[in-house]
């Protein structure tokens, strides 16, 4: 039997006029994990939902994620 996918949710925090292309290349980038990634107004400017295996590969996502043009920060939500 499988276990359930980890749910998490990574809010972003982006460059100005970035919020767009951010989602665009998320989506693009992780489309085998994201459930859905959508831009936000407000505190923060995208938050990104993703379903992963284990740990291992979320800590894969937040990583490549921090690694795109544009993102300054993300916080990560770890769902039960």
Do not use: C, Q
């Not at 740990?55 to 920060?73: N, Q």
């Amino acid at each position: 039997m499988a276990s359930e996918p980890l749910v998490a949710y990574i809010l972003l925090n982006v460059d100005i006029g970035m919020e767009h292309k951010v989602v665009e290349a998320i989506l693009e980038r992780f489309s085998r994990w994201v459930t859905e990634a959508r831009v936000t107004y407000g505190e923060h400017d995208a938050v990104v939902r993703v379903e992963v295996p284990n740990m291992r590969v979320l800590d894969s996502v937040v990583t490549g994620i921090r690694e795109l043009e544009g993102v300054r920060k993300t916080v990560t939500l770890i769902s039960s």
